[in-house]
């Protein structure tokens, strides 16, 4: 019986967490990012496989999370090779056609040149100004990129922690990825979610 209550006590608590989490989503003001199918269409069109089932459907909820006017909190959860990249590209440059800048937070350096090279293929047909910014670049190429992030001339940055600095901010950052959240604390995530304003 002890281990079935603190098992529940357990479970409630993150139950409750959650709860109270997606009321206080709910309750705050987003940018709403309208759904642009010509440009799904061409994005698609230009790939070099077809997307499967899942990563479609995962994209249009994406898609209609993003034309909502509350903030988008989603766990996109896959293996190694199974599209979760493509599928940030897609919803990236929906956002990035509206208007806004993306970023994206990795955890190593080599990780974050890995995605830039990724997102520059996948994006290279929309001209998407993109950079990367990582505590490893020398500090003038840093406060080019950061010079840059605030000017909106770059579209979509993806960086390390370097992204958290307080001398990083936005023009108007429209989309927060993080990639592999679970090695970021909380409050991490939650600086860069609240340098969209």
Known sequence: QAKHRMAFAE???????????????????????????DLATSFVEQLEFSL??????????IFHDLERPHPMNRLLEGDVGS???VVAAMAALMVIRAGFQVAIMVPTDILARQHIESFRRLLKPWAIQSELLTSKLPASRKQDVRSRLVSGEVQLVIGTQALLTKDTAFAGLGLVIVDEQ?????????TLKDKAG
């Open 11 to 37: 479970l409630f608590l993150h139950i409750a967490a959650s709860l109270a989490i997606k009321h206080e989503v709910a309750t705050e003001q987003s940018f709403a990012v309208p759904f642009a199918e």
């Open 52 to 61: 499967t089932d899942d990563q479609r459907k995962v994209a249009w909820q």
């Open 83 to 85: 599209g979760k990249t």
């Open 182 to 190: 679970h090695r970021f604390g909380v409050n991490q995530r939650l």
